[in-house]
């Protein structure tokens, strides 16, 4: 029996940390394959965008977190949705085609949210509870990347092979001033720089709502992960006794800016827009 015998169609691309599948097959073939990969594992999809190949997963919980001791344990055996874990995850999957049209790119990123309490050194009645976000975790982007590197129809063990490949050196990025208007740098050609802004978008709070390579442009929009995971009722009052958080920096939920990427040679430069297209000098934008 051959060793890692080659998989045909499936090849698993890496820069940096950053992981994701080429499958030799047009996108409209690849996206009810990962459309059933998620619901076969019982995730729900929040949001199923084939027109701009933008696939999202709802959050879920991780109940491996949940304590199994006293009555709890005995709770959960017959009445499982009494409790909500502290923690929650989502996936996001992205579609691209290639440059010929007989081959899709697929990336995949991980979103985490954790519940805490403030306002009480120990657990109790007077603790006010928030979602605040969890880094993004790689190793479990490169797990979920894996199944589904396996469900599209490669060996298990070429996948994991591939996973395991070193690690190449990351692009070099500098932020500059250019006359009134931050640019970001990055010293890769266009269309690895697309690939990797593309991922730095999915792994953010900001939804990527369209996407035009041949223009450069994302449109991205503003998600508030806290206010996604609020239960019923938790905007009465006693979330307003929250006024000692603070207020963020981060945009009103749902406002839109306009990523635009442009070529230099063997670099590439980044700008952010307003959704007017204008130079946005907020700290949202920043």
Avoid: C
């Amino acid at each position: 029996e051959a060793v890692l015998p080659p998989q045909p169609g499936i090849t698993l691309e890496q820069t940096g940390n950053q992981r994701w599948l080429v499958v030799s097959a047009p996108p409209d073939q690849v996206w009810p394959k990962v459309r059933e990969f998620w619901t076969s594992n019982g995730f729900a999809l929040k949001r199923d965008d084939p027109t701009i190949g933008i696939m999202e997963t709802d959050w879920l919980e991780n109940r491996a977190d949940i304590p199994q001791d006293g009555i709890r344990a005995v709770l959960k055996k017959y009445l499982d949705i009494l409790y909500s874990a502290p923690t929650r995850d989502r996936f996001r999957v992205r579609l691209e085609r290639a440059a010929d049209g007989n081959a899709t790119d697929i990336y995949l990123t991980h979103s985490g949210v954790e519940e805490v309490a403030i306002g009480g050194a120990s657990a109790s009645a007077s603790n006010v509870f928030i979602w605040q976000r969890r880094p993004p975790d790689p190793e479990l982007e490169a797990e979920m990347l894996n199944r589904l590197m396996v469900y599209l129809g490669a060996s298990e063990k070429r996948a994991e092979a591939q996973a395991k490949a070193g690690a190449s050196a990351g692009p070099r990025v500098r932020l500059v001033e250019q006359g009134d208007e931050s640019q970001l740098v990055i010293s890769e050609d266009y269309s690895r720089a697309w690939r990797l802004v593309g991922l730095a978008l999915d792994s953010s709070n900001y939804a990527v709502e369209e996407q035009n390579r041949a223009q450069g442009l994302y449109v991205v929009e503003y998600r508030d992960p806290e206010k996604e995971n609020q239960k019923p009722g938790d905007e009465g009052w006693l979330s307003k006794l929250a006024f000692w958080r603070g207020k963020s920096d981060a945009p009103p939920p749902g406002t839109r800016y306009r990523v635009r990427l442009s070529g230099q040679g063997q670099q590439t430069v980044v700008v952010m827009r307003d959704a007017s297209d204008q130079p946005d000098h907020s700290p949202g934008a920043k």
